[in-house]
């Protein structure tokens, strides 16, 4: 009597599960050349609006911006590719030291990242990532910028969902951290 009872009850509203990405890219960086007596600081990136969010975008059309319900980054991509831009550029083995907030050690050139767009884009076949990183490398002690980049990569998404973007995001963000690498080691080079 007490389960024919409850069998008029609504059911438990069905709570849809939530999928939490990472960036982890590593970089296949080239042997290191020649190595600069100079540390290097790699500042927070920023992030263009609309992508200084822990939410994953995507567009269907030009102009506009949407997210994906239940998935989404562990944290802001700005904030995830920190580590990596640092490790990156620490593994390239041509500076004395890479430091990710400056402190108290003194560093001799900067670099200011800015994360333009990360956005898996459905309105092509197959689905690609488009991952757009802007780079400046700063002179700190002469208050110079040595040099401006622009990284865009564009990568074919294996599946038309959050998990085949997060897998090519990784492969774009592997690319743009190899160049961004050479950029610096380059740039610094010049100073």
């Known amino acids: 009597m007490l389960l024919v009872g409850c069998a008029g009850l609504p059911s438990a509203p069905q709570v849809q599960s939530s999928n939490i990405y990472v960036?982890?890219?590593?970089?296949?960086i080239k042997a290191a050349q020649a190595k600069?007596?100079?540390?290097?600081?790699v500042s927070l990136?920023?992030?263009?609006?609309?992508?200084?969010?822990?939410?994953?975008?995507?567009?269907?059309?030009?102009h506009t911006l949407d997210y994906f319900a239940a998935n989404q980054w562990a944290d802001t991509p700005a904030r995830m590719l920190w580590p990596l831009l640092a490790q990156a550029l620490e593994q390239a083995g041509s500076f004395r030291a890479v430091v990710q907030t400056p402190g108290v050690?003194?560093?001799d050139v900067r670099l200011d990242p800015e994360?333009?767009?990360l956005q898996h884009d459905f309105s092509?076949?197959?689905s690609r990532i488009q991952l757009t990183l802007r780079a400046q490398l700063i002179d700190v002690r002469s208050k110079r910028v040595l040099a401006v980049k622009?990284?865009?990569?564009?990568e074919n998404a294996a599946s038309d969902d959050a998990y085949g973007g997060v897998t090519a995001a990784n492969r774009a963000l592997q690319r743009v951290l190899a160049q961004?690498?050479?950029?610096?080691?380059d740039a610094a080079a010049s100073q």
């Open 150 to 154: 622009l990284f865009d990569e564009a």
């Open 36 to 41: 600069r007596d100079l540390v290097l600081a």
């Open 180 to 185: 961004l690498a050479d950029f610096c080691i």
């Open 105 to 107: 050690v003194p560093v």
């Open 115 to 117: 994360l333009i767009r």
């Open 124 to 126: 092509t076949q197959p």
């Open 23 to 28: 960036l982890d890219a590593r970089p296949a």
């Open 45 to 62: 990136p920023r992030a263009r609006p609309g992508f200084d969010t822990p939410q994953m975008a995507y567009v269907r059309q030009p």
